[in-house]
């Protein structure tokens, strides 16, 4: 069992950056995909970010490009989603989401271990 704790949320101007924080309890990643996901007030889940299990490829969403980008420690204990240039739409509830020797999909069902989540909030 994986068990995942997202930190680093907040309040944040528009413009600004955040660092969100994953770890995986009593574990490093090795081994593991972590993807981000966020969900808004009265809007579905969706994807934002992901990294294969040996941090050789990465996934992002269309609208979060450019703009976010995840990576992890060189001690493997935390997988991190950093969010420069924020906007208001970036608003959400944040995931941090595992996968056993994943390749950092786009689609939430293929991951098994999920964190409780991180509030981000953006304002103008």
């Known amino acids: 069992q994986v068990q995942l704790v997202e930190s680093g949320g907040g309040l944040v101007q528009a413009g600004g950056s955040l660092r969100l924080s994953c770890k995986a309890a009593g574990r490093t990643f090795t081994g593991l995909s972590t993807g981000w996901f966020r969900q808004a007030p009265g809007k579905e889940r969706e994807f934002a970010a992901a990294?294969?299990?040996?941090?050789?490829?990465?996934n992002y969403a269309d609208s979060v490009k450019g703009r976010f980008t995840i990576s992890r420690d060189n001690a493997m204990t935390t997988v991190y989603l950093q969010m420069n240039d924020l906007k208001a739409e970036d608003t959400a509830v944040y995931y941090c989401a595992a996968d056993i020797l994943g390749f950092g999909t786009k689609r939430g069902s293929e991951y098994e271990y999920w964190g409780q989540g991180t509030q981000v909030t953006v304002f103008s």
């Open positions: 990294i294969s299990w040996n941090g050789g490829s990465t």
